[in-house]
Each structure stands twice: as C-alpha cells, then as structure tokens.
C-alpha cells in the first residue's frame, strides 16, 4: 500500500467540501476542484468559516486551524488535481454517466499509484470503475453529511476492486477518525438501503396522515434512540436526492417497498427540496 499525503476532491459542493476540510484538519494535501469557480470560492468561504468557528468555541487551536488551512489549495481542472495526487475522491452529483466521464478523466492523469475512490451513495462501484481500463484502483468511500462531524465511513467493495484500494481507503478513513464499514457492491450498499427504506415509509405514513412529520420523527428519536427523525433528516439530504436514489433502488431490487410515494414527487416537483430550498417537510431559515 502506498503511503496517503495528498488527496484531490472533485466536487465543492456540501459533501465535497466536507471531505476536504477533513482531510486537511487531519493533516493530508487537499486540493478541490470544481467545475464552477463560484462554487469553488463559496466552499473555501465556508471551510475557513467553520474552523474559525471551531477556535471560537475551543473546539480547536488556532494554530491547528491555520495548519489545516494552507494544506488546502485548488486545481483548475480535474487534469491538474489528479496529478499531484495519491487519493482522488470523487464528489459530484449522482449521475453514472458523469461519475464515469470523470473517472476517465482522473485515471489519465492520476499516477498508477493513485487510488480512485468514489463518494456515491447508491450507484454500483462496479459500473463506475469500468469505465476505466484498470478497475481494480477504484473503491467505494461513502461519507456522511456533515462530514466533519458524522463518525461512520462505508467502504464499497466491487468484484475487481485491489486489496491495496480497501487497504488504503480503510486506513485513510481510520487517520480521518472515522469508524468504518466494509460492505460488498449491491444497489444502495448497506446504509442508503436501510435508510431509503425507512425514509419512504416515514413519507408514505404522513401521506396517508397516520401522524403528523413532527410525530412520525419522534417516534423513532424517542422510541428506537435515533439521532434524527427520518423526514428530517430526508430534508438535510434533499427530497431530490432521495427521490433520485429510491427510483434507482426501485429498478435494481425490483422491490415495491421503494416504490416512490406521490407525496415525494409532488413536493419534488414544487421545488420543496428541503433545507437547501427552505421548505420541505419543515421550514428551514436559509
């Protein structure tokens, strides 16, 4: 396994920028890249942000923050990024297509030792990686939101995925502080499926006015100790993302328990996206 120092993240957006204010806290090179420079600014806006929020409240040093932050740079095209790097996450939206045209892109310019991970949360690793010519570098690393903060990291095993690419995936998530998981490639892995699955049900319950969202999510914060209720926290994802990821679940498993609501299209469909649109199950100040 070859030694971890620089890492590229490729997308800026919340996961992304997560991801790279991690990594860079946890002392490794971090350079984001994004397509859209507006994007790239606001994240750095945002990560220089929260750690000078995190001094503030004692949560860290100021001189751990400033180290954090020249660790952090950008590239100006995903070319660029992946030639300094010995990791290269990928961040973007959940579309297969583009994750593979990435993909393609990265590993021409990624030294052969770089090791290729992708940040999905339900599409097949397999299918990512065959769009490059040698699929054993690439390895599933799904964080959760907000990253900085949530302890769990799946790692996602597909059929030609090296050792090495598990090896270096756990151990950089283990410098990262975060509690792994390995789980084989099959639709939604382990935590979208389970997840969706109560996300939809949750959904189906208010449609059919069983309780209230409020009440729905007490019943599992209370009742079963969950951190968060499942309609807030498909707000905190976003009703679109889950919409995307229960159709893709839908037609892979051929199960009818991830079916879509109509509630969750509607709402989809009136732009009520949760807490980044202001309205979904809650209100949201934005």
Do not use: C
């Amino acid at each position: 396994m070859h030694d971890i120092e620089s890492i590229t993240v490729i997308g800026a957006g919340t996961m992304g920028r997560g991801i790279a204010q991690t990594a860079a806290m946890s002392g490794y090179r971090v350079a984001l890249v994004d397509a859209a420079p507006d994007v790239l600014a606001r994240s750095l806006a945002s990560i220089e942000e929260i750690t000078g929020s995190l001094v503030e409240r004692g949560k860290m040093r100021a001189s751990e923050r400033n180290a954090a932050l020249a660790l952090l740079s950008t590239a100006g095209s995903i070319g660029e990024g992946a030639a300094r790097a010995d990791l290269v996450v990928e961040a973007v939206p959940e579309s297969l297509e583009l994750k593979q045209r990435i993909f393609r892109e990265v590993a021409a310019a990624a030294p052969p030792h770089a090791v290729l991970a992708s940040n999905t949360s339900s599409l097949s690793i397999g299918a990512i990686a065959g769009a490059i010519e040698d699929p054993g570098r690439v390895v599933g690393m799904h964080f959760f939101n907000p990253v900085p903060v949530m302890p769990l990291l799946e790692i996602v095993r597909a059929a030609a995925t090296s050792k090495d690419a598990i090896a270096t995936a756990l151990s950089v998530g283990k410098r990262l502080g975060k509690e792994t998981i390995l789980v084989r490639d099959a639709p939604g892995f382990a935590t979208s499926r389970l997840g969706v699955l109560l996300g939809l049900e949750a959904i189906r319950m208010l449609e059919q006015q069983v309780a209230s969202a409020e009440d729905i999510d007490r019943a599992m914060t209370l009742g079963y100790k969950h951190p968060m209720g499942p309609l807030r926290l498909t707000d905190l994802v976003g009703l679109d993302v889950r919409l995307a990821i229960a159709e893709h679940l839908h037609r892979e498993l051929r199960s009818e328990a991830f079916a879509v609501p109509a509630l969750l299209r509607k709402m989809v469909a009136d732009g009520k996206l949760g807490k980044k649109s202001g309205q979904g199950f809650y209100r949201w100040d934005v």
